[in-house]
């Protein structure tokens, strides 16, 4: 078992790391390069912790959300592209040229204003086009006026488009209807641009699921989040087969050991209460570190490799575990909270929430061990 040197550690696998980056290169075949998508913290991995490694597989493009994760991977050492899939706020504009970041485009306005300031910089910005083709988030309509908008920005001096991108809505829907939908609507928007003088160097739709299950849609580049981390974006069933490993593991250890008698109310407002006589395991993690709430009296942990239910209700920085039918348990013992067997996919069925909501709500405060 593993011991622990501090409170909790969330333990991250760069062997299953490279393992997966090596699943995604089979699938994907030669000539389509893979974007990291490392938004959230690299999904709470932490993007500066796997970035070299990340490299070390050849990676050959990165994306966030904000210009705050490209800034972090740029202190990291990161010299590929770093795309921001989100919006920059005109305050905060110049960011992007601070840090060579490629941002996504889906204004003329905005197109305008980040102009103005690359060419008070004396560089030229590279920035990608984002098109709306149903998911009604961000991005240039499908339609006439968006091509003159898009005319209008190729002309500006101090940017130059180097890419266009949509994002799937339901690409992980096993009929494919919808995905296919979209695809063709980004297909037809980028030959009507091409057909307008407008050149698109990199192409790319495939997010995780497409990458999966869409082999139509890995044009230039895929974007791989979930997948990168061993995170289930499919069916259950058709995932098992994929191959792919959880990155992340959580542990921590029991505080102290007690035997309380039957009718012996635990936790915060008695939800539970025992009824036999009880032998309680004190664990030093709660919702504060990002375990949820929610597990109270529902979840499970595993101490020296056995399962044992949570008992009452989780509380901030503590929780309680049933050890009375547990070989002997003491104080120091290893206590798993995430695993491949309590994987993150167990817990986001169990709570009933996106297998991402899992990792990425781990918070700051729990260590991020890397290793190989």
């Not at 890419?163 to 799937?168: L, M, N, Q, R, S």
């Not at 781990?362 to 290793?371: G, H, L, T």
């Amino acid at each position: 078992m593993r011991r622990l040197a501090q409170r909790t550690e969330a333990v991250v696998s760069l062997s299953a790391l490279k393992h997966n980056v090596r699943r995604i290169r089979e699938i994907i075949g030669d000539g389509v390069e893979i974007m990291a998508v490392l938004k959230g913290d690299g999904y709470g991995h932490g993007e500066k912790g796997i970035y070299s490694t990340l490299k070390k597989c050849g990676i050959e493009r990165y994306a966030v959300a904000v210009w705050e994760e490209g800034a972090s991977l740029r202190e990291a050492g990161c010299t590929e592209p770093v795309l921001l899939l989100g919006d920059t706020c005109d305050g905060q504009l110049e960011n992007i040229i601070k840090y060579n970041l490629t941002p996504a485009i889906f204004s003329y306005d905005t197109a305008q204003k980040l102009n103005m300031l690359a060419r008070w910089s004396g560089v030229v910005c590279p920035v990608h086009l984002k098109i709306d083709t149903g998911m009604s988030r961000i991005g240039f309509s499908a339609d006439e006026r968006s091509i003159e908008l898009i005319q209008r920005i190729n002309t500006l001096e101090n940017l130059r488009i180097t890419g266009a991108f949509t994002h799937f809505a339901r690409a992980d829907e096993a009929d494919g209807v919808s995905a296919k939908a979209q695809f063709e609507k980004y297909i037809c928007m980028l030959e009507r641009l091409e057909d307008a003088g407008v050149r698109i160097p990199c192409k790319h739709v495939a997010n995780s699921p497409a990458i999966l299950l869409r082999p139509e849609t890995r044009l230039d580049a895929v974007r791989a989040g979930d997948i990168l981390f061993g995170l289930c974006p499919i069916d259950e069933d058709d995932w098992a087969k994929a191959d792919f490993r959880q990155v992340m593991h959580w542990y921590t250890y029991v505080v102290m050991v007690k035997e309380v008698p039957a009718g012996t109310e635990v936790g915060y407002g008695g939800t539970f209460v025992a009824r036999r006589p009880t032998k309680i395991a004190t664990v030093p993690v709660g919702f504060a570190d990002g375990y949820s709430r929610a597990l109270s009296n529902r979840g499970m942990v595993k101490i020296n490799g056995k399962k044992a239910p949570i008992i009452g209700r989780v509380c901030m920085d503590q929780f309680m575990v049933d050890v009375t039918d547990l070989p002997e348990v003491r104080r120091g013992d290893t206590v798993t909270l995430l695993d491949d067997d309590l994987s993150v996919l167990w817990m986001a069925d169990l709570l009933d929430k996106n297998v991402d909501e899992i990792v990425c709500g781990i918070s700051k405060r729990v260590p991020r061990i890397y290793e190989d």
